[in-house]
Nanobody
Framework: QVQLVESGGGLVQPGGSLTLSCAAS????????VGWFRQAPGKAREAIIC???FSATAAKGRFFSSRNIAENTVTLQVRNLETEDPAVYYC?????????????????WGQGTQVTVSS
């Protein structure tokens, strides 16, 4: 089991970029596959991207995730933020090497960090 804490959320202008961090304690995060999810008000939580335990990076459109093994973190970079992006962003971890965009495999979740997009 690993404890996760997200940080880096805040207010960003449309078109801007943001880097979120998922910090782990209790275990090494490179032993886990990590998924990033987000939930906007009134909407279901949705998957963004996942990074396998055997991968150092993952990229999907405007989203890029990478590991910092020394800091025991995984970061999520979001480029060109749009009006659809405001949400609470979560990271989650699972010990399977498979990279899943489904919530069910993930047993450990952070509390989330709020991202707001406004000019």
């Amino acid at each position: 089991q690993v404890q996760l804490v997200e940080s880096g959320g805040g207010l960003v202008q449309p078109g801007g970029s943001l880097t979120l961090s998922c910090a782990a304690s209790g275990d090494r995060l490179d032993r886990y596959s990590v998924g990033w999810f987000r939930q906007a008000p009134g909407k279901a939580r949705e998957a963004i991207i996942c990074i396998s335990k055997f991968s150092a990076t993952a990229a999907k459109g405007r989203f890029f995730s990478s590991r910092n093994i020394a800091e025991n973190t995984v970061t999520l970079q979001v480029r060109n933020l749009e009006t659809e992006d405001p949400a609470v962003y979560y990271c989650a971890a699972q010990q399977s090497p498979a990279c899943s965009l489904q919530e069910t495999p993930y047993g450990d979740w952070g509390q989330g960090t709020q991202v707001t997009v406004s000019s």
